[in-house]
């Protein structure tokens, strides 16, 4: 979309119908911010990009839409609906049991022939994220994980057993053991330590492409695009538009 110039927010209305729809699924704060801007002049180089940047992370008047939404909406993505989805992508043939217990355990195991299966995947619980890239997000981004230095250890340190058992027979570690963290005690902090990756992620794809968006979280935690497995992109999905913001 090419650029318009206006010096009054009236004259730009009918640019921004679309923005407003798009701003209020990021609630109140939103609307109310962009309410606001009917009483005052517009800098013409804040509507530089129209109704396509506002709808794809550029925020009115310049303003980023992260820090008009929610905090449970950064970079227009809502985590909580991401980790439920991802764990439905993960763990759809496995019983969750009463309690979840169920879906803490390593993988079943990884396709003969992958570095994975050589190594032993490390893949572990509802969202089943590996060591490596625990280890890599805690090590580059430690700020992000305050107070979470104890569980981080603790998953870090049974990756490390999963890896040396690797195909091994050991009840706790081999494919489709519960590992050292199923109890219901480790159920929230490996909520909360999954999503802070997740934010993690979220944030280096935005500096990379600002318009990047939910579908490339997926590619980055699943590792393949939506044609190489669209089972997984379906699952994902069905589960993150069923739920409610």
Do not use: C
């Not at 195991?109 to 050589?118: D, I, L, N, S």
């Not at 500096?207 to 379906?234: C, F, H, T």
């Amino acid at each position: 979309m090419r650029s318009h110039e206006f010096t009054q927010l009236d004259e730009a209305l009918p640019f921004f119908a679309g923005a407003a729809a798009a701003a209020a699924k990021y609630g109140p704060k939103a609307l109310k911010a962009l309410k606001s801007f009917t009483k005052k002049k517009v800098d013409p180089a804040s509507i530089g990009q129209g109704v396509a940047a506002t709808a794809t992370g550029v925020g009115l008047a310049g303003m980023a839409v992260d820090k008009l939404s929610s905090e449970k909406t950064p970079n227009g993505i809502d985590y909580d609906k991401a980790y439920n989805a991802f764990n439905a992508a993960e763990m759809s043939s496995v019983d969750a049991g009463k309690d979840g217990s169920g879906h803490y355990i390593r993988t079943h195991g990884a396709k003969k022939g992958t570095q994975a299966y050589k190594t032993g995947s490390s893949a572990y619980g509802p969202t089943q994220l590996n060591k490596t890239t625990a280890q890599d997000f805690t090590t580059r981004y430690p700020k992000a994980f305050k107070g979470q230095e104890d569980y981080a250890k603790k998953y870090i340190h049974q990756g490390s057993h999963f890896n040396k058992h690797k195909r091994g027979t050991d009840s706790k570690y081999k494919y489709g053991g519960k590992g050292d963290l199923s109890g219901t005690e480790y159920h929230a902090p490996y909520k909360k330590f999954n999503q802070t990756i997740m934010r993690q992620m979220g944030n280096e794809l935005k500096s990379k492409n600002p318009q990047s968006g939910i579908k490339d979280l997926v590619q980055r935690w699943r590792g393949k695009s939506a044609s190489e497995d669209p089972r997984y992109y379906d699952e994902f999905f069905n589960r993150y538009n069923q739920q409610q913001p």
